[in-house]
């Protein structure tokens, strides 16, 4: 089986400091590891991902996220964090038989 | 064009209609799916369509029917539902099922409510 925890419902931070939102994942096998951000009432963007090779994986909007095989995490990550940024962000891992298995989310508040 | 697009944006409907929802892709991508989702919770799969064929049907309930008419459009054929099937219903594609790096790409979302 495959699973996904974001262990923090809730991230706050202010505009201009790091943000760090947290996912650690069980898989048997090798990860493909996912991050997509949803704004209200609209569909999910995929933000980065995670297959092979560098640990550290740079994405859309000023995104990276790290791998960590030791601690099965892939922490999203960014260095200055915009009150646009403020979404519900979703970890997802792609293993056995092709499905994506997402976490229950992380709800990003940036304050100006 | 990378949109997915879905039709329509809102939908509300008694719990004796039949309606549909429309998802189209013109990015070449041979698996498509949807998904259903509740407020601030994950999305769930409902369908996955792989090369116009369904590859998987998560116990959905036979109210909820899908159609894959060709390898651009997915539909969703919804009749009897219940007030609990309110939701937003996404519709996703990526460029195969297999292999499994590849991410999806998601519309905008229908917002059902069921009356």
């Known amino acids: 089986a495959q699973s996904v925890a974001q262990p923090e419902d809730q991230v706050n931070v202010a505009e201009g400091n790091p943000l760090t939102v947290k996912c650690t994942y069980s898989?048997?096998?090798?990860?493909?590891l996912f991050w997509y951000v949803q704004y209200p009432n609209r569909g999910l963007q995929f933000l980065l991902k995670?297959?092979?090779?560098?640990?550290l994986v740079k994405g859309s909007y000023g995104f990276e996220a790290e791998f960590n095989k030791s601690q099965t995490s892939f922490h999203l990550k960014k260095p200055s964090a915009l009150v646009s940024d403020s979404a519900l962000y979703f970890c997802?891992?792609?293993?056995?038989?092709?499905?994506?298995?997402f976490g229950d989310g992380t709800t990003l508040t940036v304050k100006p | 064009d990378t949109e997915v697009t879905q039709t329509p944006k809102h939908l509300v409907m008694g719990m004796t209609n039949k309606k549909s929802l429309k998802c189209e892709q013109h990015m070449g991508h041979r698996a498509m799916y949807w998904y259903k989702q509740k407020a601030k919770k994950p999305p769930e799969l409902m369908f996955v369509?792989?090369?116009?064929?369904?590859?998987i049907n998560e116990s959905v309930p036979s109210r909820f029917s899908p159609e894959c008419p060709n390898s651009s459009l997915l539909n969703l054929h919804l009749h009897a539902l219940q007030p609990e099937d309110s939701a937003l219903y996404l519709c996703?594609?990526?460029?195969?099922?297999?292999?499994?790096?590849?991410?999806?790409?998601f519309g905008q979302g229908t917002r059902l409510t069921v009356v």
């Open positions: 995670y297959i092979t090779g560098d640990n």
């Open positions: 369509y792989s090369y116009e064929k369904l590859s």
């Open positions: 996703a594609s990526s460029p195969q099922w297999a292999p499994m790096n590849t991410e999806a790409f």
């Open positions: 898989v048997s096998g090798n990860p493909y």
């Open positions: 997802a891992v792609r293993a056995r038989a092709g499905k994506s298995t």
